[in-house]
């Protein structure tokens, strides 16, 4: 079993492959090697035909096994990036044209174009 977003040799040869969001279709964040912070990366569009969000295929397999509440631990996907790039710390202090927030109990990502 795999998750590709592309057709490629490991799925070729998988006997399940679950099809992945790439980074333009899910609110994610990033970093580089060398880079002390994390940047947001918004959702630009909808995932492609079956494809998921890594979030939502593993939280859809936790819970099936009976441990959702674990793994998401009350949080959705926007809801980690949001406390991911919100916390401030040598590792993890926002930079870049992003930024988080949370207005009306629903979390956002924006970002300066």
């Known amino acids: 079993m795999v998750h590709e977003a592309w057709w490629n040799t490991t799925a070729k040869f998988a006997g399940i492959v679950l099809p992945v ?11 580089g090697f060398s880079d002390p912070h994390l940047v947001a990366m918004p959702k630009v569009r909808e995932p492609a035909g079956e494809s ?4 939502h295929i ?11 509440c674990e793994f998401t631990q009350s949080h959705s996907e926007i809801d980690w ?5 919100s916390r401030r710390g ?16 629903e979390a956002r990502l924006s970002c300066r174009r």
Do not use: I, K, M, N
Request: glycine share 6%; proline share 9%.
């Open 58 to 68: 593993f939280t859809a397999l936790a819970s099936q096994l009976g441990y959702e």
């Open 90 to 105: 040598p590792t993890s202090a926002p930079t870049g044209p992003c930024r988080a927030s949370t207005t009306s109990g």
């Open 81 to 85: 990036s949001v406390t991911c790039t």
């Open 52 to 55: 998921r969000t890594d979030h």
């Open 21 to 31: 969001a790439t980074s333009p279709e899910r609110d994610d964040f990033t970093a």
